[in-house]
């Protein structure tokens, strides 16, 4: 029941397809674990190559959503300004909904 709950609350975020994936237009996106989502954001917010910035939860974990120009900016890159920021844990693994596990 609680995996169930989990993956409704990803897929109400828009988290549930996660870390590196691609979007019709060619930018992608990537998910930080990080210690505070206001930090990160703040720190990932108007760099070049960043497009958006979601804040959220995964599994009790604070997160950010990044959806960025990989032609602009890396995930190296963003990890790096995150560690300066002092709020960097982890890129997260892709995601999938459960359902899609399943097939």
Request: some cysteine; glycine content about 12%; hydrophobic content about 40%.
């Amino acid at each position: 029941m609680i995996i169930i709950r989990l993956a409704v609350l990803l897929l109400t975020l828009g988290l549930a397809t996660g870390a590196y994936t691609a979007e019709p237009d060619g930018k992608k996106n990537v998910t930080f674990a990080v210690a505070c989502y206001d930090v990160g954001a703040s720190t990932l917010q108007g760099q070049p190559g960043v497009i958006s910035v979601q804040k959220g939860w995964l599994g009790g974990q604070e997160v950010n959503r990044v959806t960025f120009d990989p032609k602009q900016v890396s995930v190296e890159g963003m990890e790096a300004m995150l560690r300066r920021a002092g709020t960097y844990i982890g890129t997260e693994p892709e995601l999938r909904p459960l359902r899609e596990k399943d097939k």
